[in-house]
């Protein structure tokens, strides 16, 4: 009875106050144990939002599009102006965003460019050409011992169409086909330039010849749509 009435008064002894604006950390319970004592701490961590500092998940929406737009904006301007190492530095940070935008901008150009009966038909043969043609191609280096990812090879092959798709807008407004055939012939070996600095070290060297040909056979399929609408 004793010792019960001395646990009693200890547990019930009042706490020293914490300093003024400090938070009082919170006392583990006695059956509590040691890593229930650390997932009490992380909470605390979370509620005060010290753990969600540099990372960008409580950060705007449109800071998040910014960014984004900006990485797409760099890719593109490496396509153009190719930059050796720094260029394959920069492709392999792949993302899809970049692709996936070309090719319905350029899917959309050439639907509306072809006759309305067939504009169904040019839309999904130009974006059934890009993705499957770009998995194709990705799978081959895969298959030939590259190096690379699945999604980071379709994403260089994606980005790589940019020229193909200023050349289609061109060719939208100046239909000549001396001109269209001049613009859209640059615009391929523009492509290939930019892809095949990139895809032709993701294999070994007895094998590049193997890897760069169905490369330089997609964009000739892309080229030859544009030419022909």
Same mark, same amino acid.
């Given at each position: 009875?004793?010792?019960?009435?001395?646990?009693?008064?200890?547990?019930?002894?009042?706490? *020293?106050? *914490?300093?003024?604006?400090? %938070?009082?950390? +919170?006392?583990? &319970?006695?059956?509590?144990?040691?890593?229930?004592?650390?997932?009490?701490?992380?909470? #605390?961590?979370?509620? #005060?939002?010290?753990?969600?500092?540099?990372? !960008?998940? #409580?950060? &705007?929406?449109?800071? !998040?599009?910014?960014?984004?737009?900006?990485?797409?904006?760099?890719?593109? @301007?490496?396509?153009?102006?190719? +930059?050796? %190492?720094?260029?394959?530095?920069?492709?392999?940070?792949? #993302?899809?965003?970049?692709?996936?935008?070309?090719?319905?901008?350029?899917?959309?150009?050439?639907?509306?460019?072809?006759?309305?009966?067939?504009?169904?038909?040019?839309?999904? !043969?130009?974006?059934?050409?890009?993705?499957?043609?770009?998995?194709?191609?990705?799978?081959?280096?895969?298959?030939?011992?590259?190096?690379?990812?699945?999604? @980071?090879?379709?994403?260089?092959?994606?980005?790589?169409?940019?020229?193909?798709?200023?050349?289609?807008?061109?060719?939208?407004?100046?239909?000549?086909? !001396?001109?269209?055939?001049?613009?859209?012939?640059?615009?391929?070996?523009?492509?290939?330039?930019?892809?095949?600095?990139?895809?032709?070290?993701?294999?070994?060297?007895? +094998? +590049?010849?193997?890897?760069?040909? *169905?490369?330089?056979?997609?964009?000739?399929?892309?080229?030859?749509?544009?030419?022909?609408?």
């Amino acid at each position: 009875i004793i010792m019960h009435a001395h646990r009693c008064a200890f547990l019930g002894r009042a706490l *020293p106050a *914490p300093p003024r604006g400090q %938070r009082p950390a +919170r006392a583990a &319970p006695p059956n509590e144990t040691g890593s229930e004592a650390m997932s009490v701490h992380n909470n #605390d961590d979370l509620m #005060d939002g010290s753990v969600l500092e540099g990372t !960008t998940l #409580d950060e &705007p929406v449109w800071d !998040t599009v910014k960014r984004d737009l900006l990485h797409v904006a760099r890719k593109l @301007q490496f396509v153009i102006i190719p +930059r050796g %190492r720094s260029m394959k530095e920069e492709l392999r940070n792949w #993302d899809l965003w970049g692709p996936l935008f070309l090719c319905l901008f350029l899917a959309i150009l050439l639907s509306f460019s072809a006759p309305a009966s067939q504009s169904a038909l040019i839309f999904s !043969t130009i974006f059934v050409i890009i993705w499957a043609g770009a998995a194709v191609v990705t799978l081959n280096v895969k298959l030939l011992g590259g190096h690379a990812s699945f999604f @980071q090879s379709i994403c260089v092959l994606g980005y790589c169409i940019f020229p193909l798709v200023l050349s289609a807008m061109l060719t939208a407004i100046f239909k000549a086909l !001396t001109f269209k055939a001049i613009v859209i012939g640059g615009a391929f070996f523009w492509s290939c330039k930019a892809s095949l600095g990139f895809m032709s070290e993701l294999v070994p060297a007895s +094998r +590049r010849l193997l890897a760069v040909y *169905p490369v330089v056979l997609f964009y000739m399929t892309l080229s030859w749509t544009i030419l022909i609408q």
